[in-house]
């Protein structure tokens, strides 16, 4: 079953417009969250994280938003850009030692 | 800084040979790296926690018999693929958690890309 879903496979955004990633997570145990970016053939590159302590966290035209009640969290880009076209994981930190449980990611296409 | 190897990036290899892929760490200690493993559409999935000097552990149904994996050093750990058949054509990453830093801090590895023929 899994632990963290990405129930979108796949969207696609007008440049300039926000962008909004969704994440569910099952484990009300997970404190720590991580947004990673990931073009082909290429290995995944973080973006942001979250603690549970926070609800927002922000980085220049990223914005990750926390909802622990509804164990939700969504990443906006605003606004996008077409270099942001690239597949998203969602992860959180799971397991004994630190390991990272991830979503099965959304494609993002930013449309110029 | 922070940048994590992996080698080769590509490899195509004959039904029933051995694969080896390296991961280091270039400028940072890693006492933990882990080895995920990517399927087409599908999530990164976790092989293996490996601890420096000490065995690995393995996620269950990852058979370790058969991805090998050695952290013989707090740079560089290897992940080799024995009897390689074509169902474990992927795209393997590692990753590395460093000596000192900050919580769940970890950074990637570019990936390998294993073809089995």
């Known amino acids: 079953d899994q632990q963290v879903k990405q129930n979108s496979p796949s969207l696609s955004v007008q440049e300039g417009r926000i962008s909004i990633l969704n994440c569910d997570y099952t484990n009300s145990m997970f404190d720590y969250f991580l947004w990673y970016k990931k073009y082909p053939a290429e290995g995944p590159t973080f973006l942001i994280s979250i603690s549970s302590i926070k609800d927002k966290n922000e980085d220049g035209r990223f914005t990750v938003f926390l909802n622990k009640s509804a164990k939700h969290l969504s990443l906006h880009i605003v606004p996008s850009q077409p270099g942001d076209s690239a597949v998203y994981f969602c992860a959180a930190v799971g397991g004994s030692q630190g390991n990272l449980i991830f979503g099965k990611g959304t494609k993002l296409s930013v449309k110029p | 800084g922070a940048v994590v190897s992996q080698h080769p990036s590509r490899v195509i290899c004959k039904s029933g040979t051995s694969v080896k892929i390296e991961c280091r760490s270039l400028d940072f200690q890693a006492t933990t790296m882990f080895w995920y493993r990517q399927f087409p559409k599908q999530s990164l999935m976790l092989m293996a926690t490996?601890?420096?000097?000490?065995?690995?552990?393995?996620e269950q149904g990852v058979e370790k018999d058969k991805f090998l994996i050695n952290h013989a050093s707090l740079t560089l750990s290897t992940l080799t693929v024995t009897s390689a058949h074509p169902e474990d054509s992927s795209f393997y990453i590692c990753?590395?958690?460093?000596?000192?830093?900050?919580?769940?801090?970890?950074?990637f590895g570019p990936g390998t890309r294993l073809t089995v023929l």
């Open positions: 490996s601890n420096e000097g000490s065995k690995a552990t393995y």
């Open positions: 990753s590395a958690a460093p000596r000192g830093g900050r919580d769940n801090e970890q950074f």
